[in-house]
């Protein structure tokens, strides 16, 4: 899975998954699984730009986490820090988006997976 981290103005855009889907209504950051020959990069390019109608510019730098979940799903994730894109992101696929700043984002009801960037983005 590539995930990607967008962040400007001191907030980070948020996607609420859709009722009715695996982990409804939790928060996350936007991205997906990789497609068959699909480079991490590709993939964060492709579902920023089907699920928010944004271009990636540059990805600042990528960190990998596996996540465990409690009904037995494993995930190894790339997440890409965006440090720039192109258009307002439009939600296309997801219940809610939203930018947060940091103390909202602790706040949410994120994914259990990516609960782990979170604390580490409140120490940097």
Not at 50 to 69: A, C, G, K, N, P
């Amino acid at each position: 899975m590539a995930v990607a981290i967008l962040h400007r103005d001191g907030k980070y855009l948020l996607c609420q998954r859709r009722k009715g889907r695996r982990y409804e209504l939790k928060w996350e950051f936007p991205g997906g699984k990789l497609e068959p020959s699909e480079t991490f990069i590709q993939c964060v390019e492709r579902e920023l730009r089907e699920e928010l109608s944004v271009q990636l510019e540059d990805i600042e730098r990528m960190e990998f986490q596996t996540s465990t979940y409690n009904d037995g799903g494993t995930f190894e994730v790339a997440y890409c820090f965006v440090s720039s894109f192109r258009g307002e992101p439009k939600n296309n696929v997801f219940e809610q988006i939203r930018w947060v700043t940091l103390n909202e984002l602790k706040q949410m009801d994120i994914l259990e997976g990516n609960k782990p960037l979170v604390e580490q983005l409140t120490h940097e």
